[in-house]
């Protein structure tokens, strides 16, 4: 079979090549022995569907390629590997993966829809088991659920294991969860109700317990080069010179003392986390190749959204701090490039929580857009959410937000009110001084705040990795306990029990409206508070993060269409916001927000408008009290109506909009 037909490029200038000049060398001299090997493994018909994948995104895997490993003496090599890998797994994909594939091409976008609605949970705590997940799924639809990411599922080290993120084996589950036929099961039943699934792949280490990491201590050959050794302190001593450190109290430094590396010899081991965090040595080819074969075999799994953990800390560098280095978006390219021609249906999902302008890169947005990751977390507008609702005060949010990059309009920000980790404080000096306020002074008074040290503060919250020398820490906490629902509970209060629950809804109303794809942490909806149970597990206790990391409370979960009750509540407002979400088409990815003065400082505004749709304004009042917003900004001179509320349509007064406190209001032209 010949390769499929390309039009006739024009002449090419003279002097140097272009990377595009450079692929299509390699394509032709690639494409004739890659033709035949396509028709014997897939068919004729799937072997030009997949032959044609190949030369659309060459050009995307060859330039990275090259820059990262190029050998003038045999460029083609690698290429040839790479591309190997990827047929044999595109031979190997099930048929109902396939036609997902075919609907994806179709629909590149799909994760853009302003139908997508993420949830996120643990297995163990959403439903015990993977087997016994499916009978939960009833509650994930009701929501209006269309994403689920499961934390960490692929199996880790024995003991402790950095919450799951200690992979000893990218092919097996957590026995404790089940197995990977389990894990498929419910791929398959979530594709039925049009649920993507998502999980972690920790691409930066493995556990000291991986099979590669065992290779390579034993000297075999196979995993020579994966790992990094020194044989004493001068070099890991110049690294950190300029390294931050991720876990100073409990894991200084970043390498660990290894009495087996280096054939028996000891050597200092490269572990950017923990020690038993063995970081991948990404400069060796050999690597990268292992990882896309994971990826591309957990893809047929059924994963159709990779978590792209640590993938800042990718590539090393002496004298910087060793992220975000130029070759990590080499190598998130390349295997991008290379997944997507074996399974298009996948896309990327960047855990990159670094400062807004060296995030934007991840989504391809470089001088000359590239093609990484379709999807990011908006860690900045989390963090500006928490930091408003302290102060009572958007104008550091308005700041920062008109100060951050736009980002390619193929890809998409996930936006999120809590997570699974700690919130760290990523408020710059510089946005901080625009507004008067001391960029470390501010940070020390939202710990401060959400520890509940402040006075005025009524949050339950707790500091996580707290620095005696320098006053640094970062913040652990429920959702509904920092927003002050616990403590209100506690003192028997229902007025401040309301207030709190105006909190929570007030921040996912941002999250759900700003654009992108919204992230509900499980127990989110019914308001779950602070679980101190993990301190009864030895392995966890030292990790104040899983207060943060509840067990769902399925009792609680059934009273949530009782509207008397704290979760029917919670529950009525939280769905309320996805079924208004999902009549939006101007909440569609693919374009930014443009945020808005509207008269307030204590005000929140923003404003979208998809090319396919009409415009749509965003309100949220940070303050207790009612705040007056220019009504003609908000409303776009009358074009624009109310489509939700939090108290139903706004006051006017002396020609202004009253926003309520703690409210807030979605406006969209009709």
């Not at 800042?312 to 701090?321: D, I, Q």
């Not at 209060?493 to 109303?509: C, K, P």
Request: proline share 7%.
């Amino acid at each position: 079979m010949q390769p499929p037909p390309r039009p006739a490029d024009p002449p090419a200038p003279t002097g140097r090549r272009s990377a595009g000049q450079l692929a299509d060398e390699a394509w032709q001299r690639l494409s004739p022995g890659l033709a035949v090997d396509a028709v014997a493994a897939l068919g004729a018909d799937e072997a030009e569907v997949f032959l044609t994948r190949v030369q659309v995104a060459l050009a995307d895997v060859h330039g990275p390629l090259v820059a990262l490993y190029g050998d003038p003496a045999d460029p083609d090599q690698l290429l040839a590997r790479a591309l190997r890998t990827v047929l044999a797994a595109a031979a190997e994909r099930p048929a109902e993966l396939r036609r997902l594939d075919r609907r994806r091409e179709i629909d590149p976008g799909w994760f853009q829809h302003e139908r997508m609605q993420g949830y996120v949970c643990y297995v163990d705590h959403f439903s015990g088991t993977l087997g016994e997940l499916p009978d939960r799924l009833d509650h994930l639809s009701e929501l209006g659920t269309t994403y689920l990411h499961l934390m960490p599922l692929l199996r880790p080290r024995e003991g402790e294991n950095d919450g799951g993120y200690a992979v000893a084996d990218y092919r097996q589950v957590d026995p404790r969860l089940g197995t990977m036929a389990d894990l498929e099961t419910v791929a398959a039943a979530l594709r039925e109700r049009g649920i993507s699934l998502c999980i972690d792949l920790v691409l930066n280490h493995t556990a000291a317990e991986h099979p590669w990491a065992r290779g390579w201590l034993a000297g075999d050959p196979a995993y020579a080069g994966f790992y990094t050794a020194f044989p004493d302190r001068a070099m890991p001593d110049a690294y950190e010179a300029t390294i931050p450190e991720v876990f100073p109290d409990r894991a200084p430094g970043s390498f660990t003392w290894v009495p087996e590396a280096r054939g028996g010899a000891g050597g200092w081991v490269w572990t950017t986390f923990w020690s038993y965090q063995w970081d991948l040595d990404y400069a060796n080819p050999e690597v990268t190749l292992a990882m896309l074969g994971e990826i591309t075999w957990l893809a047929n799994r059924g994963v159709e959204v990779f978590r792209m953990d640590a993938i800042p800390f990718m590539w090393k560098r002496m004298g910087t701090s060793c992220q975000n280095q130029p070759e990590v978006h080499d190598l998130v390219q390349l295997l991008h490039g290379l997944t997507r021609m074996a399974a298009p249906a996948v896309v990327f999902k960047a855990e990159a929580i670094v400062a807004p302008d060296d995030l934007v890169p991840y989504l391809g947005g470089h001088e000359r857009e590239r093609p990484e990751c379709e999807l990011a977390y908006h860690n900045q507008l989390m963090v500006l959410l928490w930091s408003s609702l302290a102060t009572q005060d958007a104008r550091l949010a308005r700041t920062a937000l008109r100060r951050m990059r736009p980002i390619p309009s193929r890809a998409s920000w996930v936006t999120y009110v809590r997570g699974h980790d700690d919130i760290g404080w990523a408020v710059t000096d510089e946005d901080a001084a625009a507004i008067g306020v001391g960029g470390h002074s501010h940070r020390r008074f939202l710990n401060d705040f959400f520890a509940g040290h402040y006075p005025a503060s009524s949050s339950r919250g707790a500091l996580f990795q707290e620095n005696a020398l320098t006053g640094d820490a970062r913040i652990s906490g429920s959702a509904a306990s920092l927003c002050g629902i616990e403590a209100a509970l506690e003192r028997g209060d229902d007025d401040a029990v309301e207030a709190g629950i105006r909190r929570l809804v007030l921040l996912y109303s941002v999250a759900f409206a700003y654009g992108g794809v919204p992230l509900l942490y499980m127990g989110d909806e019914i308001a779950l508070l602070n679980d101190d149970r993990y301190l009864e597990d030895p392995s966890r206790a030292p990790d104040n993060r899983w207060m943060h990391r509840p067990l769902m409370d399925w009792t609680a979960a059934g009273r949530r269409h009782d509207p008397t009750t704290l979760e029917g509540r919670v529950y009525a407002r939280m769905f309320r916001l996805g079924q208004v979400r999902r009549s939006l088409p101007a909440l569609r990815g693919g374009t930014e927000p443009s945020v808005l003065h509207a008269g307030s400082d204590r005000v929140l505004a923003w404003r979208r408008r998809h090319p396919r749709s009409g415009a749509f304004v965003g309100l949220a009042n940070f303050s207790p009290d009612p705040e007056v917003v220019d009504a003609d900004t908000v409303t776009g001179f009358g074009t624009l109506d109310l489509v939700l509320g939090s108290d139903g349509p706004l006051r006017v007064e002396h020609g202004g909009l009253v926003v309520p406190g703690l409210g807030f209001a979605w406006y969209a032209e009709p």
